[in-house]
């Protein structure tokens, strides 16, 4: 069966520091990959979206950037944290080529910035 | 890309089956509608998806109209574990498949 790794489950970073995220899913092959975000009260908001390695969309313009260097992990880094970066991330998978795939998502993270 | 509508809020006695509707009366006939939740603090589960049948799995029951302007999920026996949001999606063909969350519906499962 599909699994899919999200960490860490929680970070407390500076701001201006550099941000790490990794999620990885195993089970399945070439998968869409999605990273969203969820202010804190608010609803989820669709940051970038991958169909494969190294092709990786972004839906809104932000201070983050993600990347996907094997197949199945797909990273969320940026060079310099600000306070509205503060949220709870969530990485998904869904499988290729079925346009009515679910998305299944990881358990997330609780990023805040201080 | 198709919108959706949900009530903010419902009530929903324990044993009882919880009914949540869903308008979406701009839907084109190759979108899907998926419904999922979210429990406080965890990732969104998948409930169930459709597209014109009615669908039923392990955790609930979809019905869309006819038209497919509307659809109601039913969790046939709400427990106090089903209290969350509730979310119905139409897919954004456009983002990868992507799922474009609106506000929800919150269900408050009581004893």
């Known amino acids: 069966s599909q699994t899919i790794h999200q960490w860490p489950a929680t970070l407390v970073q500076p701001v201006g520091s550099p941000l790490s995220l990794e999620c990885t899913v195993e089970?399945?092959?070439?998968?869409?990959l999605y990273w969203y975000r969820q202010a804190a009260g608010r609803g989820l908001q669709l940051l970038f979206y991958?169909?494969?390695?190294?092709?990786i969309s972004s839906e809104v313009p932000q201070n983050l950037s993600a990347s996907r260097p094997q197949d199945r992990q797909f990273i969320l880094s940026s060079k310099k944290l600000l306070l509205s970066d503060s949220g709870f991330y969530l990485c998904a998978w869904s499988a290729q080529g079925a346009d009515n795939s679910p998305l299944h998502f990881g358990n997330g993270t609780r990023l805040t910035v201080t | 890309d198709a919108k959706t509508t949900q009530p903010p809020s419902m009530d929903c006695a324990e044993g009882r089956a919880a009914n949540l509707p869903c308008n979406h009366s701009t839907i084109s006939g190759n979108e899907y509608v998926y419904w999922y939740r979210q429990i406080h603090s965890q990732g969104p589960q998948y409930i169930i998806h459709g597209l014109k049948n009615n669908e039923t799995n392990e955790m609930a029951s979809l019905i869309i109209t006819e038209d497919r302007k509307s659809s109601t999920l039913i969790l046939p026996h709400a427990t106090l574990r089903d209290t969350a949001v509730y979310y119905c999606?139409?897919?954004?063909?456009?983002?990868?498949?992507?799922?474009?969350f609106g506000k929800g519906t919150s269900l408050l499962v009581t004893p």
């Open positions: 089970g399945t092959s070439n998968p869409n």
């Open positions: 991958s169909i494969g390695i190294d092709q």
């Open positions: 999606i139409v897919r954004v063909v456009h983002s990868g498949y992507a799922l474009n």
